[in-house]
Nanobody
Framework: QVQLVESGGGSVQPGGSLRLSCAAS????????MGWFRQAPGEEREFVAA????????YYVDSVKGRFTISEDNAKNTVYLQMNSLKPENTDVYYC?????????????????????WGRGTQVTVSS
């Protein structure tokens, strides 16, 4: 059974940094697509970043390019989202997700509906 557990959220001031972690179990980590999404209450989940093949291929939403970095530690079955230069508009609940290993990653990496397993989320609050 695939399980994803996020951690690392918290409250920071604008310009600060956080590193989110997503520990995965029940899958061969490097063979699966791993994504980070964000969601505000009453809104749809939005794509933030994704990676596959041990971090060899990565994608980001334009608004976080140059500030956020997604990476994997295959030995720990953990995917990270390093978030730098945080802004108040980055405030949200952040979720990690993975698929069955069969996604056309290059075409659908940003589509929440293509991911099959989700963690419970971790809150990120950026405020002065």
């Amino acid at each position: 059974q695939v399980q994803l557990v996020e951690s690392g959220g918290g409250s920071v001031q604008p310009g600060g940094s956080l590193r989110l972690s997503c520990a995965a179990s029940g899958l061969s980590f490097s063979m699966y697509s791993m994504g980070w999404f964000r969601q505000a209450p009453g809104e749809e989940r939005e794509f933030v970043a994704a990676t596959r093949w041990g971090g060899y291929t990565t994608y980001y939403v334009d608004s976080v390019k140059g500030r956020f970095t997604i990476s994997e530690d295959n030995a720990k079955n953990t995917v990270y989202l390093q978030m730098n230069s945080l802004k108040p508009e980055n405030t949200d609940v952040y979720y990690c997700a993975t698929d069955h290993g069969d996604m056309d990653f290059g075409s659908y990496y940003s589509q929440a509906a293509e991911y099959n397993y989700w963690g419970r989320g971790t809150q990120v609050t950026v405020s002065s």
